[in-house]
């Protein structure tokens, strides 16, 4: 049995949210160490329902800007695979790659030409959206994608009010962002 479904669990994290004085409670994640703080994404979990029960939801919550950038990112990375197939980025590599400094350099090079480009074309969009995993290991999963300026708990409970009333409006519209917007 999914352990998010199980009545202790949720009982136990609703004891968690009113400690906390808040609808639900952060979740650690092993990258948030390494990070500053950041206003862009939040790891939570609350108490809803799914089909009539009472479930927990694990919910990763960002920002459209956050989201737009990561896709950006991707698309570039597969763009300079094809262009240097040899080539490992320095986050893929098991530690036994032989990349030498300039190599290293001209993927650097290279990578920021295709973000700029994808972002100049507008080539990729993105738009409010919801995602629900109901085969996650704990409760039931949530990707949500918010156009907001910043993830914070007002932007959290106020998602979780619509979500758990069945109140939840996306906004259809398509955003594009450029990175010189992250330099304000």
């Known amino acids: 049995m999914n352990p998010g479904f199980d009545p202790e669990e949720i009982a136990q994290l609703k004891k968690e949210c009113k400690a906390e004085r808040l ?39 960002y920002t459209l800007r956050l989201h737009h950038s990561t896709l950006v990112y991707d698309a570039a990375l ?20 032989k990349i030498t400094e300039e190599e290293d350099e001209e993927a650097e090079l290279l990578l920021t030409e295709f973000i ?3 972002e100049e074309n507008e080539e990729i ?17 949530l ?22 009333s069945g109140r939840i409006q996306l906004d259809p519209t398509l955003y594009s962002f450029t990175g010189s917007e992250d330099e304000d």
């Not at 993830?151 to 998602?159: G, L, P, Q, S």
């Open 23 to 61: 609808n639900f409670i952060y979740v650690a994640d092993e990258l948030e160490d390494e990070e500053e703080e950041n206003n862009e994404h939040a790891h939570v979990q609350f108490v809803g329902y799914y089909k009539e029960k009472e479930v927990v939801y694990d919910a990763l919550i």
């Open 78 to 97: 597969e763009r300079l695979k094809k262009e240097m197939p040899h080539y490992v980025s320095q986050d893929e590599r098991a530690g036994d790659e």
């Open 116 to 118: 700029e480009e994808i």
């Open 125 to 141: 969009t993105v738009r409010e959206h919801v995602e629900i995993d109901n085969q996650f290991e704990y409760g039931i999963g």
């Open 143 to 164: 990707e949500v994608g918010l156009n907001k300026t910043e993830i914070n708990e007002k932007t959290i409970n106020d998602f979780i009010i619509r979500f758990n």
